[in-house]
Structures are given as C-alpha cells and as structure tokens.
Nanobody
Framework: VQLVESGGGSVQAGTSLRLSCAFTGGTFRAYGVGWFRQAPGKERELVGAISRNGRGIQYKDSVKDRFTIARDNAENMVTLQMSSLTPEDTAIYYC????????????????????WGRGTLVTVSS
C-alpha cells in the first residue's frame, strides 16, 4: 500500500485549501483513513478520520466546523477540504490507512495506522 498526499501550499488566513490522498497497492475499501498533522515542535495529532464506507467520520474539535473529509472508493481517494484556515493550522499533513473489519469503524490512535504518506506542507500566514 502506498499513500501520496497533494494539495498543500502557502495561503492567507481565512482562505481554503483542499488536500488529496491517493491510495494504491491494496483494496481501498478495506481501509479506514485518517488525516493527521504535525506542527513544528508539536506532536502529531489526528485531524479527522473516515471509515471504510464513508459513513463514520470524526474530527478534532478545533476543526470540525471548518474541515470536511470525504472518500471516493471508486477513485481510491480521500480528500480533506479545509476552510477558514488560521495560522494554527500550519503543519505537515499526513494521510494514513488501516485495515478495518467494521464498515463504520474509526481509528483514532496514530499507532494503529499501518500505512502513511510522506505528508504535504500547509502554511497559513496571517
């Protein structure tokens, strides 16, 4: 399994950005996917996660009204739509995948995820 993130960049506060995560090398619909981020000097944190069938979705509290996760099992793709960005959203964003038996299952712990992308940098300036 390989994951490749794209869509990062440098933007102004208040604007939007859409990240994509392309999945190859496995049966995508068998995997739950999470978006994580790591800011300089901080630990990696879960931004949001989506279940195999897309019906289970959870977000970090600070982003749940601004970020939207979606997946397209036909295209083997997960997206993270981010709006009303603030400088506090500046981080490297990673997508990760974990094989999950439960169709609606969500995984919250980074240690549970089996496969990781290399990340894409998002920089938000004020």
């Amino acid at each position: 399994v390989q994951l490749v993130e794209s869509g990062g960049g440098s933007v102004q506060a208040g604007t939007s950005l859409r990240l994509s995560c392309a999945f190859t090398g496995g049966t995508f619909r068998a995997y739950g996917v999470g978006w994580f981020r790591q800011a300089p000097g901080k630990e990696r944190e879960l931004v949001g996660a989506i279940s195999r069938n897309g019906r289970g979705i959870q977000y970090k509290d600070s982003v749940k009204d601004r970020f939207t996760i979606a997946r397209d099992n036909a295209e083997n793709m997960v997206t993270l739509q981010m709006s009303s960005l603030t400088p506090e959203d500046t981080a490297i964003y990673y997508c990760a995948a974990v094989a999950v038996y439960n169709l609606n299952g969500i995984r919250y712990d980074a240690d549970e995820y089996e496969f990781w992308g290399r990340g894409t940098l998002v920089t938000v300036s004020s």
